[in-house]
């Protein structure tokens, strides 16, 4: 619990910043299981051939996928040195690099393969990071391929970007933390069910005319049919509703920090609301796009602790920018900080926090011995992720929605009066 008074308003306030199961049979998920036995033959291929840059992602396109090990997360927010030294990018064209990458890091399972076939595209085109798209009807592939990553650099056309670097480490860290949080039901009820982690081999084309091949890494995980919160309008909301929402998106990512797991990219494009009734304690949060996302334990951070859960004031006091862009909060003075006082502060659900004595805008601490080394852990967190908080909102990613989009008139249609009934049921 945290009581503490209303904070005064000022114009000079500006904001502070397990392993995979294994099977031994080829399968279609969504499907039935396929008899025929994985044919190991390398030159053989079930996936369409890709000509160049011509993108082999759309609709009808049947591809095998591996199961795979990946190599332990590196890269963006692991700050641990393993990045490889990237070769002088401007030697090659991007079809060259791409081709030029030796094996995957990792362990191939080379009898557990799966059938796919895209059956919807979500994201798919030149220079737009992950393809995503829905297979056997009812699973989303996520698929780093670094053909189609952007290669040149925004800012300095003599610049290259490394794809090969970009596309395996966003595909290292979202493995590791989906498999962090595979241990434990709670998280579980905030993510996509995750299907594992997996290789692809496709046939390209070089610029000598020669098929050659590329093995590109993807993961598989349920698709979620839900609102993607960056399509609603929240001016269109009851302040009742808006407050079930976001307190909802906080509590969900709070309960993923607590099983081990820093998102470090929370924000209404990532979230996911299954359920049509906003104002009521039924609405379900979905939390996707972990491609920047930290698993303690394997960044030397502190790990999972028993007990009562980090406290929200402690750790999104002057990191609400981007629902306040977004219109969910107001974004001047520190009405941001006192909806989380309101929200939060009288709960007994999350460890005890307290402020300077007498300084009503000091950011909230933990206290007590259970979140002693999470507070130093914060430092270190910053050495090792250069990042300033563990909430970072700030920082942009190349990831869309990963679920079908439905029409905003669904969420607001719905009355104060139908939402309050559902909570009663």
């Not at 796919?116 to 979500?122: A, H, P, R, S």
């Not at 490394?162 to 998280?187: F, H, K, S, W």
């Not at 609102?227 to 969900?252: E, F």
């Not at 007590?368 to 990613?397: I, L, P, Q, R």
């Amino acid at each position: 619990m945290f009581v503490c008074a209303a904070l005064p308003h000022t114009s000079d306030y500006h904001n502070t910043t397990p392993h995979q199961p294994k099977t031994q049979n080829p399968r279609k998920l969504g499907g039935s299981i396929k008899t025929t036995e994985s044919d190991s033959d390398e030159s053989s291929y079930n996936g369409e051939e890709c000509m160049g840059n011509d993108i082999p992602y759309k609709l009808g396109f049947n591809f095998t996928a591996t199961r795979h090990d990946p190599q332990p997360p590196f890269g963006k927010t692991y700050r641990d040195g393993t990045e490889e030294q990237s070769p002088d990018l401007n030697d090659f064209s991007q079809l060259e690099y791409c081709l030029s990458r030796t094996p995957i890091a990792g362990k191939e399972h080379v009898d557990d393969t799966l059938s796919l076939e895209v059956t919807k595209v979500l994201r798919a085109g030149p220079d737009g990071g992950a393809q995503v798209v829905v297979v056997n009807e009812n699973k989303v592939a996520k698929i780093y391929d670094p053909l189609y990553y952007r290669f040149d650099n925004d800012y300095n056309p003599d610049f290259k970007e490394d794809v090969i670097m970009e596309a395996d480490g966003a595909y290292a860290r979202e493995a590791a933390a989906y498999n962090a949080l595979q241990g434990a039901p709670e998280p579980q009820k905030h993510i996509p069910t995750f299907h594992g982690s997996w290789i692809t081999k496709l046939k390209t084309e070089d610029q000598r005319g020669i098929m050659r091949e590329r093995i590109v890494p993807l993961i598989i995980i349920d698709y979620v049919v839900g609102h993607n919160i960056i399509d609603i309008n929240p001016d269109k909301l009851s302040q009742k509703k808006r407050d079930n929402i976001l307190t909802k998106v906080i509590r969900a990512e709070t309960v993923i920090y607590h099983y081990g797991v820093i998102h470090h990219d929370l924000s209404p494009r990532n979230v996911i609301l299954v359920g049509n009734k906003l104002a009521s304690s039924k609405l379900m949060v979905v939390i996707i796009d972990f491609d920047r996302a930290v698993v303690k334990a394997l960044a030397g951070l502190s790990k999972p602790k028993p007990g009562k859960m980090a406290n929200p004031l402690a750790r999104y006091w002057g990191q609400m920018m981007e629902f306040c862009w977004e219109g969910w909060l107001p974004d001047h003075d520190y009405e941001p900080e006192e909806w989380l006082l309101k929200q939060f502060g009288e709960s007994d659900e999350f460890a005890a926090v307290k402020q300077k004595e007498g300084n009503p805008y000091s950011k909230p601490v933990h206290v007590g011995s259970a979140f002693d080394s999470d507070n130093s852990d914060k430092s270190d967190e910053t050495d090792e992720t250069d990042e300033t908080d563990e909430t970072d909102e700030t920082d942009e990613t190349d990831e869309t929605d990963e679920t079908d989009e439905t029409d905003e008139t669904d969420e607001t249609d719905e009355s104060d009066e139908s939402d309050e009934s559902d909570e009663s049921d």
